[in-house]
């Protein structure tokens, strides 16, 4: 039988539960324990595959084409593991089934009631990854606020478990906030207590308290919180604001947050943990020997988590690069043809950004062709490789009313057109183009280059495609698809040969970068914007950050 591991949250959100269970699951993983982790988000949404991502960041895909949080993204670059459909589960996905369940008459006539009903559903799904065998630990992080009227029916669910349970098959993180009063120059735990508290009415006892804090806690401030929530003091965590979110796992090793669960879960006979690897990376993120900027181009640029693993993605190349990479966030809305040399001057590479519906089309496409004409390296994803499609369409090929039928449906020149069997779908979410696909790549193509194979699998996230209908126009202009799917024929890769580095691609290659495993085409991308840096310098004055 597996263990289990609930992550709570109190006091306020956005405190990290994602971060502290991914470093927690990465020091079980280090020690040699099969681990994966799992996210119970409390809103109604069946997914957040029909959010915008300004209400909860990216969405995330998994190779099975699950539509998923984005912490999901953070459990996959920690443990360099695949998630699935399994791995995130809503509000919404359990009264579904419940409901699906009371028609078809599964109920026997009772009354369905949040208890046992809704309970009962939650906890087989809590419980399903651990009766497969497959792992020793199963991580849940529960989404929201302890005290979210929206999470009791979760709350209510750990509390069964801790009673129906051996009390050493279950452990419960609460991770709290200690806030520091400049005018008392003190720390107070008064909110933590508070937030224990409301735990605690709600039946389930916190086992460790890990204290999200700007400033060190004294041993005093740890006796206190462990004296008023009822725990023992080596169980008190303290988790301070770290540089970067990879430097965690040794904060939380040093806080020996893995032993005090392994002690918790009478778990014995384990190595100390092999984190050679991860050590490496940090050393290399720390230490760069050279920087570039690199351009995004984007329409959500004012919330960054919803760009989340395309910054990831860059942190993880530019550390196998042994450089640090400067994102320079550039709003597509705002980019004319008057003004874009102004915007993207000193930049070393520039990345056109995925995304949905017409806003900001034309300044994407416009940092395109200025992109391909001044040979500055570029990498467009999904919605930026149809750009960079419709602008070659437009300014090389002469259509000038190249466009794809998302931004205009009665397109004259539609260079980019909804996918054969989307064009019946009426549905929203859960119905795009979704998941792993196999990608055959051209031999002696930039591709080939950088995936060194002739056949890879990435993930997707579309409704809209190339128009085969252009595709020889396009490659006796110089534009070559180097990567198709070999059942479809659906263009995935498409390129410049006579372009320094300039590639497209239809899928998000950014979902499978890990820290163990940095995705190739932002490593190759990176490379090309230091060769770019070194042939073209700027004259500007660029200090090394220190991370």
């Excluded at 279950?170 to 005018?183: C, M, N, Q």
């Excluded at 050590?279 to 230490?287: E, Q």
């Excluded at 640090?324 to 043809?337: A, K, L």
Aim: proline share 5%; charged share 25%.
């Amino acid at each position: 039988m597996a263990k289990y591991i609930f992550v709570t949250g109190g006091v306020t959100s956005s405190l990290g539960k994602g971060i502290i269970a991914a470093s927690l699951a990465k020091l079980l993983q280090a020690r040699g324990f099969r681990v994966t982790i799992q996210k119970f988000d409390p809103y109604i949404n069946i997914d957040p595959g029909t959010l915008n991502p300004y209400e909860h960041g990216e969405c995330y895909v998994t190779e099975d084409g699950a539509e998923t949080d984005l912490d999901l993204g953070h459990y996959e670059r920690f443990l360099n593991i695949f998630t699935s459909q399994a791995n995130n589960v809503t509000t919404g996905r359990i009264y579904q089934t419940v409901i699906n369940k009371e028609r078809e008459g599964a109920y026997l006539g009772k009354t369905v009631q949040v208890v046992p009903h809704i309970t009962n559903e939650i906890k087989r799904r809590m419980m399903e990854l651990g009766t497969t065998g497959e792992y020793d630990i199963v991580i849940t992080e529960i989404g929201g606020t302890i005290g979210d009227i929206e999470s009791l029916p979760f709350v209510e669910a750990i509390r069964q478990l801790q009673w129906e349970l051996p009390e050493e098959d279950t452990v419960v993180i609460h991770l709290t906030y200690i806030p520091y009063l400049k005018a008392a120059k003190e720390l107070k735990t008064k909110p933590t207590q508070h937030s224990v508290r409301m735990l605690s009415q709600e039946g389930v006892r916190p086992d460790i308290i890990v204290c999200r804090t700007e400033k060190p806690l004294t041993p005093e401030l740890k006796r206190k919180i462990a004296l008023f929530c009822n725990v023992k003091q080596e169980a008190v965590i303290e988790a301070t604001d770290q540089s970067t979110i990879y430097e965690v796992p040794l904060a939380m090793l040093r806080e020996k947050l893995d032993l005090t669960c392994l002690k918790k879960m009478n778990m014995t006979d384990y190595p100390e943990p092999e984190l050679s690897k991860w050590r490496t990376f940090l050393d290399k993120l720390k230490y760069p020997k050279t920087v570039v900027r690199i351009g995004l181009i984007g329409k959500y640029l004012e919330l960054q988590d919803a760009y989340k693993s395309i910054l990831e993605a860059f942190v993880h190349a530019g550390a196998v690069n042994e450089c640090q990479v400067q994102i320079i966030n550039v709003h597509s809305e705002y980019i004319t043809d008057e003004n874009v040399e102004e915007k993207l001057a000193g930049l070393e590479g520039l990345l056109v950004a995925p995304g949905f519906g017409l806003r900001g089309i034309e300044g994407k496409i416009t940092a395109v062709k200025y992109a391909r004409e001044n040979g500055l390296p570029f990498f467009g994803i999904c919605l930026g490789m149809q750009m960079a499609a419709i602008e070659f369409a437009r300014n090389v090929l002469g259509l000038k009313d190249a466009n794809s039928t998302e931004m205009d449906e009665n397109a004259s020149e539609p260079v980019i057109a909804l996918m054969e069997e989307q064009k019946k779908v009426t549905e929203k979410g859960g119905t795009m183009r979704l998941g792993s696909y196999t990608c055959s790549v051209k031999p002696g193509s930039l591709a080939h280059t950088i995936y060194e194979a002739e056949n890879i699998t990435e993930r997707h996230r579309h409704r809209w495609e190339f128009n085969n209908k252009y595709l020889d126009a396009f490659e006796k202009a110089g534009m070559v698809a180097s990567g198709k799917n070999p059942d479809s024929e659906l263009v995935e890769v498409i390129e410049l040969p006579t372009h320094p580095f300039f590639i497209g691609v239809q899928y998000h290659p950014e979902l499978k970068s890990t820290v163990e495993n940095p995705q190739p085409i932002f490593v190759h991308f990176v490379k090309a914007a230091m060769a770019y840096s070194a042939v073209n310098p700027k004259d500007r004055k660029v200090e090394l950050a220190k991370i």
